[in-house]
């Protein structure tokens, strides 16, 4: 979506508001004339925001440096009720308030923590997904604590509530937690922005026989506490670490834990333990590799969760227990590397952090550099981390197309001015920012120049949060005497350019050959001559190898794949069995474009028992773009929307060209 998009929404929503208003009692015309004002005067000071134009936060006046948080956790009314110390220090004398972010919160009051004097407070209008502007007077004093009690609402987007019946094992109900970009607001009054780093500490109070657990190294649990009609137990956490907001996390539900390596632990329901355990067996070896690469692992703990199927990403990257989406449980490890990627987040992202969410592709595109490295370290070697460097180029095309090659949003660095973060996300910060790393990496000298360079460029910024221009800059000091490699890259078309990265690099084509060359064949073959094809055509190829051949299909000109080859396809390498997840996704795009009818309910099966949004998404999208499915589609959507967070059921919705 546009900028134009978001301000005409708020403009109809406004609109109808005034004839509300107006017709129910026309002395109000004025006051709502002033609202308008008064939403347009904020959006214009988030647009103005020197430091992050989605928040209200003003870090460089006053900051907040740690967070208290204690919270009750009560499912019957699916509200979190708190009160939250925030430690701020003003960065000049004369400041006297702080401006924090909140969405959806009622607050019940504000006071000094020190001496309990109440505070004076103003909550503004809340404006679209931004949120309403808390401004708190802050006590005389240059560093103070302000108290602030209150509950979330309902409907707070970072959360989702899940009933027993959505669970694996049905009996208990389930709290999951999702702040990444902007949601961390409806959880907590707090200043929204990577901008600010903070340590935390949390006491959570929840039904007893559940767990809790956070983005955060584990640090007791209290007394069963029994009141009336209900048993509660406190759980201690603490995060030494200053970490930006949305890297907060919580999650509260019936979990195990099952150790995986010397500093690890998985957690799921108790009867998906086994699975998650073998499935990330591997990574204490990803650890190793990274710590190898990049410097020290500073976290201590490094757990994962493996979340019920609504989570919508693969996996995020919150401190010390990775969230994980259980459709990697492939059962042969075949999709560890996203455990590979969020274990690199512990430096890309955690340490060195994005200042702002224009400035993503730092967090994502160095991070998809590290993943490709662990992974090729770990099996395959220099091949499969070009393989894969050539793989995601595939998702960039998908993206970019989409976007439109013109959009802004393929940019590396994004204008985030009035703009969502959750429309503005795609993979090209990804794999557009590691086309750029992997062009220096190949220009500057190789691995070997490279691999020290990108060490001491994150121990030179961890802890610290940055702009693409500090890079730059680091850069071209570093390597300031290769004066020759450092004029040839042309940083306006990299930072600024739309649409495919303008230079691509000659990547090691070993691997994707013989999945090209079966494709190929099939593309080619006659609609009546499947006797050439075998199954064993693919035995040798891993997951990922098949996932390019799909994807080859997937791209054949217009006519070429017939609903028959589709079903001959999916018959010959038995792909309706098939579970591992990228597979699935793939090969149910491939049918949907072939308008083969065969496997419409496999598709429908598979984006109503998961909500990762990669799948959920294009499935969506292909069901939608053909006419005999695209009632289906919407019918699913509207029968299923409230099983996905409210971040996924807008992107379909938007797929669906729904309003919700
Ligand atoms: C990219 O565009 C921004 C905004 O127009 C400009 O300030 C910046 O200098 C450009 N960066 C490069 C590397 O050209
Ligand atoms: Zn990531």
């Keep these: 979506m546009t900028i134009s998009y978001i301000l005409s929404s708020i403009a109809v929503l406004l609109i109808s508001l005034f004839f509300l208003?107006?017709?129910?009692?026309?002395?109000?015309?004025?006051?709502?004339?002033?609202?308008?004002?008064?939403?347009?005067?904020?959006?214009?000071?988030?647009?103005?925001?020197?430091?992050?134009?989605?928040?209200?936060?003003?870090?460089?006046?006053?900051?907040?440096?740690?967070?208290?948080?204690?919270?009750?956790?009560?499912?019957?009314?699916?509200?979190?009720?708190?009160?939250?110390?925030?430690?701020?220090?003003?960065?000049?004398?004369?400041?006297?308030?702080?401006?924090?972010?909140?969405s959806g919160l009622s607050i019940d009051g504000v006071t000094d923590a020190q001496t309990g004097q109440p505070l004076n407070y103003t909550l503004s209008p809340s404006v679209a997904v931004f949120g309403a502007k808390l401004t708190v007077k802050l006590p005389a004093s240059v560093r103070s604590t302000v108290r602030i009690a209150y509950r979330t609402s309902s409907k707070a987007t970072a959360l989702q509530w899940l009933k027993?019946?959505?669970?694996?094992?049905?009996?208990?109900?389930?709290?999951?937690?999702?702040?990444?970009?902007?949601?961390?607001?409806?959880?907590?009054?707090?200043?929204?922005?990577?901008?600010?780093k903070q340590t935390y500490d949390a006491a959570i109070v929840a039904p007893k026989d559940l767990v809790v657990l956070m983005s955060a190294v584990r640090d007791g649990t209290g007394a069963v506490h029994q009141s009336d009609n209900s048993a509660t137990k406190e759980y201690r956490f603490k995060q030494k670490i200053a970490i930006p907001s949305y890297l907060i996390a919580i999650a509260v539900g019936d979990l195990v834990s099952k150790e995986i390596g010397p500093r690890s632990h998985v957690w799921s329901e108790p009867a998906l333990i086994d699975r998650c355990a073998y499935e990330f067996a591997n990574t204490e070896k990803m650890l190793a590799t990274a710590e190898s690469i990049v410097g020290p692992y500073v976290w201590g703990v490094y757990d994962l969760l493996v979340l019920p199927p609504s989570f919508p990403f693969g996996g995020m990257e919150n401190p010390c227990l990775t969230f994980v989406t259980p459709t990697l449980l492939a059962g042969d490890r075949s999709l560890e590397s996203v455990v590979a990627h969020e274990i690199a987040h512990s430096w890309t992202g955690n340490l060195v952090t994005n200042k702002n969410w224009g400035h993503f592709w730092l967090n994502e595109g160095f991070t998809t550099f590290l993943e490709n490295k662990i992974v090729g370290r770990l099996s395959g070697g220099e091949p499969n981390r070009q393989f894969r460097a050539f793989e995601g180029l595939k998702s960039l095309k998908n993206d970019i197309d989409n976007l439109g090659r013109d959009s802004p949003f393929t940019k590396l660095l994004i204008d985030h001015r009035g703009v969502?973060?959750?429309?503005?996300?795609?993979?090209?910060?990804?794999?557009?920012?590691?086309?750029?790393?992997?062009?220096?990496?190949?220009?500057?000298?190789?691995?070997?120049?490279?691999?020290?360079?990108?060490?001491?460029?994150?121990d030179n910024f961890k802890y610290k949060v940055i702009e693409t221009n500090d890079f730059r800059s680091f850069l071209q000091n570093y390597f300031s005497d290769n004066k020759e490699a450092l004029s040839r890259i042309d940083w306006g078309l990299w930072i600024n350019g739309t649409g495919m990265p303008h230079i691509i690099p000659d990547y090691d084509q070993t691997?994707?050959?013989?999945?090209?060359?079966?494709?190929?064949?099939?593309?080619?073959?006659?609609?009546?001559?499947?006797?050439?094809?075998?199954?064993?055509?693919?035995?040798?190829m891993d997951a990922w190898q098949r996932v390019e051949f799909l994807n080859n299909l997937l791209a054949a000109p217009e006519g070429k794949i017939s609903a028959a080859k589709v079903e001959a396809i999916t018959r010959t390498y038995g792909l309706q069995d098939n579970h591992n997840s990228e597979i699935r996704c793939l090969w149910l795009r491939l049918s949907l474009a072939a308008h083969c009818k065969a496997y419409t309910a496999d598709a429908v099966q598979f984006i109503t028992s998961q909500g990762r949004m990669k799948f959920v998404k294009p499935i969506y999208k292909a069901l939608y773009a053909w006419d005999e499915t695209r009632q289906l589609a919407v019918d699913t959507f509207k029968a299923n929307a409230h099983q996905l967070m409210d971040m996924s059921a807008k992107a379909v919705a938007k797929e669906l060209h729904l309003n919700v």
């Design 164 to 196: 027993p019946e959505q669970t694996a094992g049905k009996r208990h109900p389930y709290l999951l937690s999702q702040c990444q970009a902007i949601h961390c607001r409806s959880i907590l009054p707090i200043q929204d922005t990577p901008a600010v």
């Design 511 to 540: 691997l994707a050959k013989e999945c090209i060359e079966l494709a190929n064949r099939w593309i080619a073959a006659a609609d009546t001559d499947w006797s050439q094809f075998r199954a064993n055509d693919i035995s040798a």
């Design 21 to 102: 208003f107006f017709r129910s009692n026309p002395t109000t015309r004025s006051d709502t004339m002033a609202n308008t004002s008064a939403t347009e005067a904020l959006l214009d000071e988030l647009r103005q925001n020197p430091v992050d134009p989605n928040s209200f936060a003003r870090p460089d006046l006053s900051r907040v440096d740690h967070i208290l948080w204690k919270a009750f956790v009560n499912f019957e009314k699916q509200t979190i009720g708190a009160t939250v110390d925030l430690t701020v220090q003003k960065q000049t004398e004369t400041v006297d308030e702080i401006l924090l972010d909140t």
């Design 420 to 458: 969502d973060p959750d429309d503005a996300f795609s993979t090209v910060p990804y794999y557009k920012g590691h086309t750029f790393l992997f062009y220096l990496e190949q220009l500057l000298g190789g691995p070997e120049v490279f691999e020290p360079f990108l060490r001491t460029y994150i």
